[in-house]
């Protein structure tokens, strides 16, 4: 394969990097032949020619616009016509977008900010300004590409729905994956990056039923009325984000050993910013339920498909091959040898990913809407809960840190979680009990709940791998907590927990939720969407393990 064909190749999966800085998913493409890259809002164009390196840093420098809100349309729209200021607004906003950009970029890309430059404006606008001012502007580097404002408005003029900026604290739009009926849509979807193509691919495009939208006809919630729109519940593309880290802001004990309250921000998409100490989350007691639940999955086959995930690596003595010497094996070896007897070969220590390092939170809805039939006669909640309860058995059998909580609201100051097992308790027919005796009822704050889960899982789970696993109809839902600001609040939740080294992966069972709102809400994560339980080990491992590699990814290199 020739050097070219290699670059060629590879731009392709570069589209992880682009999508992580741009906080939406984009794919990256190959350019003409010394064209200098370019975006036009859903595909950066980069020359395959280019090595490697500077292949990375143009893509980091056009999806930094893309995710800083440089190419808006009013923006966008001044530089029609005028390359000369088009070049002047690519200089001083592409080194202040890398700037508000510096802590998701790859570390071989932070030079390229110009921090001087950076300083001179604080938004689009201003950099606009800037350009059509008469002083002195330096040319930009060649890294930063082009803007072509031409075929950038045209694109967004083909989708308008969609959100023209980043999710650094822009209006939140329509999903960026368009999920109509269109037989090719369909296979662009089922092909994402969490791993769903090939024959699974084929079985989940076969899982159709009645979806819904959150629209005018009611309020999602405890009693929010279900709609008929299209069928086909599909797996939807896992988007990776780049919300900053919200972290949680205090702790408090009530008296007389009353249930300990949390406070939380919560991202305000309209304002722009978080307003502090916001949402107030309790731990309430469980009710035993039923000792007949769960009615047990075939565990085995979860089991093999998880067992694949969240390995460590840990020394191990007397390999044939390793990195260093076992001395008590190679000693017995020369002494076998001296006596005549055949020596062990097996002599050396080698660092092999044999080790469970891996602790996971599931966190289950129980808000009023999952009471509404699934896809199998039974409510979406015994779905929910069937699942939740196979990944915790597979999760305990091997040996993982577990815990389970449930959720739901009514009202900012009255998040509740339900603790159906921490981290230190065993998984026994109590913790079933408890999990069978959750009801549905009342709202979804999602984010609270998201931000308190990673939180515990953060302070309590003990390995160096983290897996937040959210079952959930995506129906996020509460008083002062509709629709965009709701969905864009638990979108910027699961980034924070990604932008910490949590994995967050996403499940819908059995739910009638229209795939764009799932994809508005769980943006950032990875996300499936099942008709029935018993397809989880068939997509169990490639989520998890997408979801486990973005938050590495997302990890902050230090400098």
């Not at 143009?58 to 070049?87: F, I």
């Not at 919300?243 to 205090?250: E, H, I, M, T």
């Not at 300990?260 to 921000?265: E, I, K, L, R, S």
């Not at 089991?303 to 690596?313: D, E, F, H, T, V």
Request: a positive charge; glycine letters at 10%.
């Amino acid at each position: 394969m020739t050097g070219d064909q290699h670059n060629t190749d590879r731009l392709p999966r570069l589209g992880i990097v682009a999508s992580a800085i741009a906080a939406r998913t984009v794919r990256v493409a190959p350019a003409g032949t010394g064209e200098p890259a370019w975006t036009d809002g859903r595909t950066i164009f980069v020359d395959a020619g280019l090595p490697g390196r500077d292949q990375l840093a143009s893509l980091a420098v056009q999806a930094s616009l893309l995710a800083a809100g440089s190419l808006e349309p009013d923006v966008v729209r001044a530089l029609v016509r005028r390359p000369a200021v088009a070049r002047r607004y690519l200089t001083v906003e592409g080194h202040r977008a890398l700037a508000a950009n510096e802590y998701w970029l790859p570390a071989p890309t932070r030079g390229l900010i110009d921090h001087d430059t950076a300083a001179r404006t604080d938004s689009p606008t201003a950099s606009l300004a800037a350009a059509l001012s008469p002083h002195p502007i330096a040319g930009a580097p060649a890294s930063f590409g082009a803007i072509h404002a031409r075929k950038l408005l045209a694109q967004l003029a083909t989708h308008r729905d969609a959100p023209t900026t980043g999710e650094h604290g822009r209006q939140a739009g329509r999903a960026p994956a368009d999920l109509d009926d269109d037989p090719a849509d369909q296979q662009d979807v089922v092909s994402s990056p969490i791993g769903t193509g090939g024959a699974l691919g084929r079985l989940l495009r076969r899982m159709l039923r009645p979806v819904r939208r959150l629209g005018d006809s009611g309020q999602p919630g405890a009693d929010a009325p279900a709609r008929a729109t299209r069928s086909g519940i599909r797996s939807v593309r896992g988007v990776l984000s780049t919300a900053p880290a919200g972290l949680l802001d205090q702790r408090a004990t009530g008296p007389n050993g009353t249930a300990a309250a949390f406070t939380y921000p919560e991202w305000d998409v309209y304002r722009r910013r978080y307003r502090p100490n916001w949402c107030t989350v309790r731990e309430m007691p469980a009710v035993l339920g039923d000792t007949s639940f769960p009615d047990p999955l075939d565990g085995c086959a979860l089991r093999r498909s998880l067992a694949r995930i969240g390995l460590g690596p840990d020394w191990f003595r007397r390999q044939l091959h390793g990195e260093d010497i076992d001395i008590d094996a190679a000693v017995e070896a020369r002494v076998d040898a001296v006596a005549g007897a055949s020596p062990n070969d097996a002599i050396y220590l080698d660092r092999l990913r044999r080790r469970r390092d891996l602790a996971a939170l599931l966190l289950l809805d129980i808000s009023g809407s999952v009471a509404e039939p699934g896809a199998t006669g039974k409510t979406v909640h015994e779905l929910q809960r069937a699942v939740a309860a196979a990944l915790a058995v597979a999760f305990h059998d091997l040996g993982d840190r577990l815990a389970l909580y449930a959720f739901h609201s009514q009202g900012r100051t009255a998040v509740q979680l339900v603790p159906v097992k921490r981290f230190d308790d065993a998984l026994d027919a109590p913790a079933l009990r408890r999990l069978g005796g959750l009801v549905p009822g009342a709202y979804s704050r999602l984010g609270a709940a998201i931000r308190h889960g990673a939180a515990v899982l953060e302070s309590g789970g003990g390995t160096t791998r983290r897996l937040l696993v959210v079952v959930s109809d995506g129906l996020a839902y509460d008083h002062g907590y509709e629709r965009a600001y709701g969905a864009a609040d638990s979108r910027r939740a699961l980034a924070e927990a990604r932008g910490r080294g949590t994995g967050c992966v996403c499940l819908a069972v059995g739910a009638s939720t229209d795939p764009e709102e799932l994809e508005r809400v769980f943006g950032s994560a990875a996300l499936a969407a099942i008709a029935e339980p018993e397809q989880l080990r068939r997509v169990a491992e490639p989520l998890f393990r997408a979801a486990l590699r973005s938050a590495e990814v997302r990890k902050p290199v230090d400098s």
